[in-house]
C-alpha cells in the first residue's frame, strides 16, 4: 500500500519557468490538498479538492494551480516559479468514511528551490 | 482568523521521563484535532485523531486529550525514548480545512 505518493523529491527551477509537482493516492481518498511548509510559517494550505472536478482555494493560493481528474491524482502546477515559492511541498488526503472527519495522510514532500 | 497555538517551541528531557505536549486553539467549533510527528526531511506522520464528540484517543505510550470548552488539546508520552526526538504537530480540523500549529521540537537525551 503507497499511500501517498509525491514526485519529484528534489527540483531546482529558474525564476520565470513552470512545472508541476504530481500526487498520487491509492487510498480512494475523496479529499485531497497541498501544503506548504516554510521556516517560522509553519504548513499553510495552498488547494484543496473534495472530489474530481472540484478544487477551492486555501490561505495561500497566489502563483499556483490545480485540477483533479481523477480520484487518485492531484497535481499542483506553478505557473511562472519565484524565489518566494521555494518550500517545501506536501500532499495530502483524506479518507471518504466520516467525511470532514477522517485521519488525514501526508506524502514525504517535494523540496523546490526558485533561483 | 483560527489560530493554532503549541507552547513550547522546544523541549529537551532526559529518557525516561514522563511528558506533555500543549495545543491550544480559539475556535471552539472544531470537527477534530489531529496530533502528528515530523522528523527531520520527512513528512508528517498521524499520530492520533480526536474527533470531536471525543476526549481522548490513546495508542501504545501515547495519550491525547481535547477539551474543546477550554480550546485545548495535550499529547501525553509516557517513557520517553531517544526515538521519540521529533517535532510534534497538532492540527484542528474544521469543515474543509486543517489549521495547523507551528509544532514542538522535543529532543529525549539519551
Known amino acids: 500500500n503507497a499511500g501517498v505518493t509525491q514526485t519529484p523529491k528534489f527540483q531546482v527551477l529558474k525564476t520565470g519557468q513552470s512545472m508541476t509537482l504530481q500526487c498520487a493516492q491509492d487510498m480512494n481518498h475523496e479529499y485531497m490538498s497541498w501544503y506548504r511548509q516554510d521556516p517560522g510559517m509553519g504548513l499553510r494550505l495552498i488547494h484543496y479538492?473534495?472530489?474530481?472536478?472540484?478544487?477551492d482555494q486555501g490561505e495561500v493560493p497566489n502563483g499556483y494551480n490545480v485540477s483533479r481528474s481523477t480520484t487518485e491524482d492531484f497535481p499542483l502546477r506553478l505557473l511562472s516559479a519565484a524565489p518566494s515559492q521555494t518550500s517545501v511541498y506536501f500532499c495530502?488526503?483524506?479518507?471518504?468514511?466520516?467525511?470532514?472527519?477522517?485521519?488525514?495522510?501526508f506524502g514525504e514532500g517535494s523540496r523546490l528551490t526558485v533561483l | 482568523k483560527q489560530e493554532v497555538t503549541q507552547i513550547p517551541a522546544a523541549l529537551s528531557v532526559p529518557e525516561g521521563e514522563n511528558l506533555v505536549l500543549n495545543c491550544s486553539f480559539t475556535d471552539s467549533a472544531i470537527y477534530n484535532l489531529q496530533w502528528f510527528r515530523q522528523d527531520p526531511g520527512k513528512g508528517l506522520t498521524s499520530l492520533l485523531l480526536?474527533?470531536?464528540?471525543?476526549r481522548e484517543q490513546t495508542s501504545g505510550r501515547l495519550n491525547a486529550s481535547l477539551d474543546k470548552s477550554s480550546g485545548r488539546s495535550t499529547l501525553y508520552i509516557a517513557a520517553s525514548q531517544p526515538g521519540d526526538s521529533a517535532t510534534y504537530l497538532c492540527?484542528?480540523?474544521?469543515?474543509?480545512?486543517?489549521?495547523f500549529g507551528k509544532g514542538t521540537k522535543l529532543t529525549v537525551n539519551p
Open positions: 495530502a488526503s483524506r479518507g471518504p468514511t466520516g467525511g470532514n472527519t477522517g485521519e488525514l495522510f
Open positions: 492540527a484542528r480540523g474544521g469543515s474543509e480545512k486543517l489549521v
Open positions: 480526536i474527533q470531536s464528540s471525543q
Open positions: 479538492s473534495v472530489g474530481a472536478g472540484i478544487t
